[in-house]
């Protein structure tokens, strides 16, 4: 049972423990939207988004896209990060009812310019 809490540590949970929020800024959009992350499956990082938002219609799965992650430590600098779209499903009955839940894949995870 001792190895179970390091495995969860090595688990891709790191994202959401370094970066706190992610800014879409979409070519063909009036607007920038910035979302916070969520961890919601061991594999899986997520963003969620109202079913009404302009953002749905720019999105596609499979899509990649150079987002701006913001740290959880606010003294480190905002990072530019290639980041592929995996998943867009909107949950009907679960803890997030509603809500579109857009999965994220982080594809380059070097820091921007430090």
Not at 8 to 26: M, N, Q
Not at 44 to 60: A, P
Not at 93 to 113: H, Q
């Amino acid at each position: 049972m001792e190895d179970n809490p390091i495995e969860r540590t090595s688990e891709p949970r790191s994202i959401t423990d370094r970066y706190y929020s992610v800014e879409f800024s979409i070519n063909g959009s009036a607007y920038v939207y910035q979302f916070k992350i969520w961890d919601i499956s061991p594999k899986g990082t997520y963003v969620l988004v109202k079913e009404d938002s302009d953002l749905l219609n720019h999105l596609k799965v499979g899509e990649i896209l150079d987002l701006k992650y913001y740290t959880t430590d606010s003294s480190k600098p905002i990072e530019c990060l290639e980041t592929e779209i995996r998943h867009i499903a909107k949950d009907e009955k679960g803890r997030f009812k509603g809500l579109y839940l857009i999965g994220l894949s982080i594809l380059e995870d070097k820091n921007s310019n430090q």
